[in-house]
Structures are given as structure tokens and as C-alpha cells.
């Protein structure tokens, strides 16, 4: 029923915003009204008292049937809301009309025609404006999908042609290890290549980083050390795939790998409060141009993407203090289920 155009009318917020339209609607109407003052209060009252009844009953109605109207081509579904809505103001307007006028037989068809006109040119322009409204959503929705999907395809690890001349001097020496390292390969383009998932538990991501780790372990030896301080519970945290892994690369790719004697990445993730840190530390780069522009486009694809699915958030940093650079991710606390 997310593909309904109309909102749902059986949550509060939608309820009170209705309220609050026909409630301005019956102000305009009262102050058009008034004559000798601003406002004529006695037509704003039982105006006031009208519309809201009708309001609440059509939205209770529409609320019990939305399942159904879901279900309909907008025409039809359209035709059905206009129609309860104007039998539920026939209704009162037929009540109202007794309890004013207490002539048994006698009502005003002229002023109840009426009141039936302006309810279906009402209901006619709030439904369209609902429909735009839902239009509008959706476009937007698949313009974030296109957007995120752009984003994630550009991030392609760059290690490929080493891993592949590591992998080839290991086919001879250690088959068994040569294999594995090609499946930590497979995973890892698999990942980047499946664009579909905007969030994934942790658990998975991190396995990502491991697989990369692993790799990259077999190219560097000692040179490369690493310290994982992972808090428990964290691994149905919801995270944008292939977030973490870009930078535990970078750590390798720009901290480690450019050094003769290497150096150790740490990879820190904790809760607090109703957020979730992520921390990756590696020995400060050097200043090579080409490899800080790498850099910064690596954190500014992250950050995009993070400021589409989280807004503000979550938040990316980065820094250095003496021969230590850090780069720290804050999300909010959120389960993935799947």
C-alpha cells in the first residue's frame, strides 16, 4: 500500500493535518461570510462543527477501506474516495438540516446541493494535490536509487592488477592459498557490482574488510599489521555496503603501502548513545598529489552517499595528529533486518 497515492489517514499526524486544512478552509469561508465584522463567529462555529464531522467519518472510512482502494487504478480509486466523501456530507447535511429545522419533510436541497458541490470540487483538488505530491515522491525516490547506484558503482578497488600478480606467484608455491584469495577476490567485485542493497548489516561489511585484508596481507607480509577492536552487538548495525572497506583501502593504499617499512591500520567500532562510531587509523600519507585526490574523491563518494540515505546524521571526518590519520564515521543506530 506504499504505492497509494493518498496518505494514510489512519495515522494521527495525516489526521491532524486534515484537520487543520479544512479548519483554515472554514476560516476563509467565515471571514468571505462577514458582512459588518472580520469574521461571522456563528458561521464559523457550526461550519467548524460540520466539517470536522465530516472530515473525521470520511477519513474513518477511507481509513477502513484503504486496503481495498489500494488495490484500484487511480480513476476508480478516486471515484470511490469523492463518492464516501460526498454521501458521508449528504449525511449530515440531511441531520443538520433536521436538528435546525425541525419541520418534519422540510430541507434545503438548494444549500445541501451546494454544500455537495463545493465537498466534490474540494475532494477533487486535495486528491490531485495528493496524487502530484505522491508523483513527486516517487520521482524523487528513484532519482536518490539512481544516484546512490552511481555512487557505489564508481567505487571499483584498485588493487586488482596486484592481487591478480599475487594471486598468479601463489598458484605454483600454494594452490590452496592462490584459491582463497580468489574467492576473497570474487566478493569483493561481487560486492561493488551489487548495487541493489542501500543498507546491509555490519556483519557483512566487515567481512568485506576481512576479504580485502586478507589480499592485501599476502602482497605486503609484515609489513602490513592490523588492530581490530569490533564491539559486540553491532553486527546487525544497518550501514551502506561497501562504506568501511574504501576506507580500510585507503588506509592500505595511502598509508601503508607507500612506506618501506609499513605500518599498522587500526579498525575501531563501538555505540553511544544512538549512534555508532566507526574509526580507521593508519600512518599519516605523504603528500603525493594523485594519491590525495584519490583520497578525498574516495570520502567524498562515502559522504554523498551517507548524506542521501542519513542526512545530517551521519557524519564523516577526517584528521591527523602527528604521524597518525584518522578517519571517523558516525551513523545512526539502526537494525538491519535482512
Not at 471571514?31 to 472580520?38: E, F, L, M, N, T
Request: hydrophobic share 50%.
Amino acid at each position: 500500500m506504499q504505492n497509494f497515492f493518498v496518505p494514510d489517514l489512519c495515522r494521527v499526524r495525516s489526521v491532524f493535518m486534515l484537520l487543520i486544512t479544512s479548519e483554515l478552509l472554514v476560516l476563509v469561508l467565515a471571514i468571505v461570510q462577514a458582512s459588518d465584522s472580520w469574521i461571522d463567529w456563528n458561521y464559523f462555529a457550526l461550519l467548524s462543527l460540520f466539517v470536522q464531522w465530516t472530515t473525521l467519518t470520511s477519513a474513518a472510512l477511507i481509513c477502513l477501506l484503504r486496503a481495498r482502494l489500494a488495490q484500484m487504478p487511480v480513476p476508480r480509486a478516486t471515484f470511490f474516495i469523492a463518492a464516501i466523501v460526498l454521501i458521508d456530507v449528504l449525511a449530515f447535511s440531511l441531520f443538520a438540516d433536521s436538528v435546525l429545522h425541525p419541520k418534519p419533510g422540510i430541507f434545503d436541497w438548494q444549500a445541501i446541493a451546494k454544500k455537495l458541490l463545493m465537498a466534490l470540487l474540494i475532494i477533487l483538488m486535495i486528491l490531485r494535490y495528493f496524487y502530484l505530491q505522491h508523483q513527486w515522491q516517487k520521482q524523487r525516490e528513484a532519482e536518490m536509487q539512481a544516484h546512490l547506484t552511481a555512487l557505489q558503482a564508481r567505487i571499483q578497488p584498485h588493487f586488482l592488477f596486484n592481487s591478480m600478480n599475487t594471486i598468479a606467484s601463489l598458484i605454483a608455491s600454494d594452490p590452496e592459498q592462490a584459491e582463497e584469495a580468489v574467492l576473497d577476490l570474487s566478493e569483493l567485485f561481487r560486492a561493488s557490482l551489487r548495487t541493489g542493497d542501500q543498507l546491509i548489516p555490519m556483519s557483512k561489511e566487515l567481512d568485506l574488510c576481512q576479504r580485502y585484508l586478507a589480499i592485501e596481507s599476502l602482497r605486503l607480509g609484515p609489513r602490513l599489521k592490523l588492530e581490530w577492536h569490533i564491539a559486540d552487538g553491532l553486527e546487525h548495525q544497518a550501514i551502506p555496503p561497501l562504506t568501511l572497506q574504501p576506507l580500510v583501502e585507503n588506509a592500505v593504499y595511502h598509508g601503508i603501502q607507500p612506506r618501506p617499512e609499513g605500518g599498522k591500520v587500526r579498525i575501531e567500532a563501538e555505540a553511544r548513545g544512538k549512534y555508532v562510531y566507526l574509526l580507521v587509523q593508519n600512518p599519516k600519507p605523504d603528500n603525493n598529489s594523485s594519491q590525495h585526490s584519490g583520497n578525498q574523491m574516495a570520502l567524498g563518494n562515502i559522504q554523498a552517499r551517507l548524506q542521501a540515505l542519513f542526512g545530517d546524521a551521519a557524519v564523516l571526518k577526517h584528521s591527523h595528529q602527528g604521524d597518525v590519520y584518522t578517519v571517523t564515521l558516525r551513523l545512526p543506530e539502526t537494525t538491519q533486518y535482512s
